[in-house]
């Protein structure tokens, strides 16, 4: 017996010696691709062909300052967006986020213009109300077992009516230009220095968990990433940071506002894939009945994923009447909505739950604001942005319909 098992280690060590190569992590990063797990790989390829386009056809597409603008612009959505992705994560949808971010930028307009509020309650109140409407959805779902879809839609009329009603007739609140908070939106630049150590950061940060995790596998016995692919794709990424911010400085820099929404996304890529939350949400979004009877308290994380949707709707609707410098009925309204849902969809999380990641939001929200301001640049009318954009949510959906189809049949190769 004991000869017998002798050449399975001998296979089992050679194999982890051709993990810790480099070819052998190129091997397995290829086999992930035709195993139909593409990953961000198809929005990294749009958004480099996008951009090649656009900047061919008008030069100032990739000009610093446009591309600053654009950032801002960013932000709005893509905070929406992020409570998107922990919704489709589970199967489900709200189709309210948009009003609701609108509702959000009332509140603050009314409480902080109108009623003299100071701007820090007045934005207390509108996050407030954003997570007391996802709970709202969340015990329509829970108790009563009201679809997401139909939930939404009724709080999509329900909310938008609340911020109809209390902007009153006027129907638009200017807020203060000179405000910390207005200029927050529109025109704060970080120090250059911030902008370069928050740049090196986040390879330094890969480097050390890197070595860490690599060093808890062997210490197993079990594979574990080559050292040097992990300094490669840390120094990767460090340059391709500091030519971004050095970029970008030779405009008007990196901004606090778009700042604040990777932020946001590194915390919640966390949350999802390194918390017992994260991981929960990706059971029930693969296998509801499956997550339950493991023990996972679904009610809760169905709870915890509207309540943060619509909390995250009410955020960008605070930034966006921020960056617009005004409160108004059309807040929340045109695109607003579809925009963040496809952003998500665009960057790579499943619309059939169980896949899906925080930097979704932010690949997704680049391409589609890409797409709107290269068309802008062209003096091309609005109604054929529209069309490009549904091509290409269309054109996500697909790949996510056949990776998933590849990962099937894979699987049952």
């Not at 307009?109 to 954003?130: K, Q, T």
């Not at 108790?143 to 009329?157: C, D, K, Q, V, W």
């Not at 901004?255 to 949400?281: D, I």
Request: hydrophobic fraction near 50%; charged fraction near 10%; aromatic fraction near 8%.
């Amino acid at each position: 017996m004991i000869q017998n098992s002798q050449p399975a280690l001998d296979r089992s060590d050679e194999r982890v010696r051709h993990d810790e190569t480099l070819s052998g992590a190129l091997k397995g990063f290829l086999d992930r691709i035709r195993s139909g797990d593409l990953g961000t790989l198809p929005v990294v390829v749009g958004l480099i062909v996008i951009s090649a386009v656009f900047t061919y056809l008008n030069p100032v597409f990739i000009a610093p300052d446009n591309i600053v603008n654009m950032l801002f612009d960013c932000a709005t959505v893509g905070v929406i967006s992020l409570g998107i992705v922990c919704v489709l994560m589970l199967g489900e949808i709200d189709l309210s986020v948009g009003s609701m971010s609108g509702f959000a930028s009332a509140i603050v307009g009314v409480l902080w213009v109108n009623h003299g509020w100071p701007i820090a309650a007045a934005i207390a109140v509108a996050i407030c109300a954003g997570a007391v409407c996802g709970g709202i959805y969340a015990l329509l779902f829970n108790r009563l077992g009201m679809p997401s879809f139909i939930a939404s839609l009724s709080g999509l009329l329900a909310i938008l009516g609340m911020q109809l009603y209390i902007l009153g007739p006027t129907g638009s609140i200017n807020l203060p230009y000179t405000s910390p908070f207005v200029m927050f939106g529109q025109i704060l630049i970080m120090p250059g220095w911030c902008a370069y150590i928050l740049a090196v950061l986040p390879g330094a940060v890969m480097v050390l968990t890197g070595m860490s995790t690599r060093t808890r596998r062997l210490a197993a016995n079990l594979s574990a990433r080559p050292l040097t692919a992990v300094l490669l794709r840390a120094g990767l990424m460090t340059i391709g940071l500091v030519l971004a911010v050095y970029y970008l400085s030779l405009g008007r820099g990196v901004p606090w506002m778009f700042g604040m929404f990777v932020g946001f996304v590194v915390v919640m890529n966390y949350a999802l894939t390194r918390t017992k939350w994260g991981r929960s949400m990706t059971a029930i979004g693969g296998n509801r009945e499956a997550a339950r009877r493991a023990g996972i308290n679904v009610r809760l994380i169905y709870t915890s994923a509207f309540v943060l949707c619509s909390t995250l709707a009410a955020l960008g609707g605070i930034l966006s009447c921020a960056r617009l410098a005004s409160s108004s009925q059309q807040a929340g309204t045109g695109d607003v909505n579809l925009n963040a849902i496809a952003a998500a969809v665009i960057g790579g999380t499943s619309l059939f739950g169980g896949r899906g990641s925080a930097w979704s939001a932010l690949l997704g929200i680049i391409v589609i604001q890409a797409i709107s301001n290269g068309l802008t640049l062209l003096n091309l009318p609005s109604s054929l942005r529209y069309m490009i954009t549904g091509g290409v949510l269309a054109i996500a959906v697909i790949v996510d319909s056949l990776a998933r189809r590849s990962r099937a049949s894979h699987g049952r190769a």
